[in-house]
């Protein structure tokens, strides 16, 4: 009886012990985003921690393998590889690498090898090189549809839009071409002057889905992110009967800010709950949302757009902007005009990060482009 009560006792704390093991390596000592940057010209992939210290992955990786109690794994090449694999061991291998920096001092000044950087010495590049594709949610908050309405009209408009909610308007933006990082100019085309700017939540898709329902749309998310929706509100040419143009409108090069970076979900926590974000232009506060103001959630707007279309780890799902764009920025005061070269943007998101972009003028057209120039704007009545 005492031999049986001592192995169930040993087996016991041995049971224990692994669980312990096992907990602290499914644990990161501290949140991480992750980014894709430039050093020397060389493009990688990294951690950034504590918002200041860049981390390179693969050269961190190689360090942790050096201790026979990591087995070796390689790592990804890019962002997409990144999301693609990290719910299959590269998330706890990241933690590890996490853990092994923190409990070494590593992240201390004085006692960083050379893969850890500060944020400020390296060039960060949008995120994800490139989305499969961007899929954009319009007229989604309250604020945004009420433009420039008084109080009384926004409260009665955000009545009625609530009482009869419809389903998600979606459009597509282009990726490559579109897609910019922070730092990195937004071009206003040539010819066009009414350019405007939309701050707006990015979901990154995290794994392969089609028909996902709302209430299990979290499982398929990686992480989030800060995106800008530019837009151009020029319209097509005088007299074409065709009024409505989304890829005028959406699909100039330039015209999809993304990043800093992206913030894994567990270090995020629940956007329906915590979400604010702001935008101002040359320090003017322009625009500003929290969660309540969206008219049809992260989760639904999944759901939609997965019952219209698989979605793939590393696309990106915007939610919609705010009011604060031209129109009711110019009915507020806070602003004169479209965006002009010259000025400069700050998009941020509590708990993700900023993008900062300056705005500049496109260079003039050479050659005859015959019938395939941009369409020249509409003015304003």
């Not at 109080?151 to 071409?177: D, H, Q």
């Not at 897609?179 to 937004?186: A, F, L, P, R, S």
């Amino acid at each position: 009886m005492r031999y049986v009560l001592s192995f169930f006792v040993g087996a016991f704390l041995l049971a224990s012990a692994t669980t312990q093991v096992s907990a602290q390596a499914i644990e990161s000592a501290e949140p991480f985003n992750v980014a894709t940057f430039d050093v020397d010209g060389v493009q990688m992939i990294g951690l950034v921690l504590r918002n200041q210290l860049v981390v390179e992955i693969d050269a961190a990786n190689r360090n942790l393998q050096q201790n026979p109690a990591f087995p070796e794994m390689a790592m990804p090449e890019d962002m997409l590889g990144l999301i693609g694999l990290y719910e299959y061991g590269l998330q706890r291998r990241l933690y590890e690498i996490v853990n092994h920096l923190s409990s070494n001092g590593m992240l201390n000044a004085g006692n960083r090898p050379s893969y850890i950087h500060d944020v400020d010495d390296v060039d960060l590049q949008a995120p994800i090189q490139y989305p499969g594709k961007i899929m954009n949610a319009a007229g989604n908050f309250y604020t945004h549809i009420c433009e420039g309405c008084s109080e009384a009209e926004l409260e009665a408009s955000t009545r009625e839009r609530m009482a009869n909610r419809g389903i998600p308007y979606l459009f597509l933006k282009p990726a490559r071409g579109a897609v910019i990082g922070t730092g990195e100019n937004i071009v206003i085309p040539h010819g066009r002057t009414q350019t405007d700017w939309e701050i707006e939540f990015a979901t990154v898709i995290g794994r392969t889905g089609k028909y996902i329902a709302a209430e299990d749309a979290e499982d398929y998310v990686f992480g989030y992110m800060v995106s800008i929706d530019i837009s151009d509100r020029g319209g097509r040419p005088p007299g074409d009967p065709r009024s409505s143009d989304w890829f005028v409108g959406k699909g100039h090069d330039t015209f999809a800010p993304q990043g800093p970076w992206i913030t894994p979900k567990e270090f995020y926590g629940n956007p329906m709950e915590r979400l604010h974000q702001q935008l101002s232009i040359d320090g003017v506060q322009v625009q500003e949302a929290r969660a309540g103001d969206m008219i049809h959630n992260i989760w639904e707007l999944m759901e939609y757009a997965s019952s219209l279309i698989t979605v793939f780890p590393g696309d990106v799902l915007n939610s919609g902007t705010t009011g604060g764009t031209s129109s009711g920025a110019f009915e507020s005061g806070t602003r004169s005009g479209y965006l002009e070269p010259g000025e400069r943007i700050e998009a941020t998101i509590e708990g993700i990060g900023t993008l900062e972009h300056t705005v500049v003028a496109g260079e003039v057209p050479s050659g005859n482009l015959s019938g395939a120039q941009l369409p020249p704007v509409v003015e304003d009545n």
